[in-house]
């Protein structure tokens, strides 16, 4: 399984900004895709999921209405279409693959069971 994380910037605060994960090797059953973030200084955490097969999308509070997940199935793509940025969003971005995630694991970086290499965003202010 690879993941290979892409779309990353320097954008000022109001710009968007999608990032794109091309994925290979996934062929599970019950797969999910998320994208989390990690700060300098911080923990790794949630922002968006989806669920391979149907669909199905999960967002952390601090980015419902702003981001907005997707997937390509034909291209195995998934992106993270990223609106109305805000500083407090700069961050090394990852997306990472799950088996078998159960709805209450979905946020949960420990369960995820594949990671891509992180790309960089940067919102000025």
């Known amino acids: 399984v690879q993941l290979q994380a892409s779309g990353g910037g320097l954008v000022q605060a109001g710009d968007s900004l999608r990032l794109s994960c091309a994925t290979s090797?996934?062929?599970?059953?019950?797969?999910?895709l998320g994208w989390f973030r990690q700060a300098p200084g911080k923990e790794r955490e949630f922002v968006a999921a989806?669920?391979?097969?149907?669909?199905?999308?999960y967002y952390s509070d601090s980015v419902k209405g702003r981001f907005t997940i997707s997937r390509d199935k034909a291209k195995n793509m998934v992106y993270l279409q990223m609106n109305s940025l805000k500083p407090e969003d700069t961050a090394v971005y990852y997306c990472?693959?799950?088996?078998?995630?159960?709805?209450?694991?979905?946020?949960?970086?420990?369960?995820?069971?594949?990671w891509g290499q992180g790309t960089l965003v940067t919102v000025s202010s």
């Open positions: 090797g996934l062929t599970f059953n019950h797969v999910t």
């Open positions: 989806i669920r391979w097969s149907g669909g199905s999308t």
């Open positions: 990472a693959a799950g088996i078998g995630l159960i709805v209450s694991s979905v946020r949960d970086r420990d369960q995820y069971d594949y």
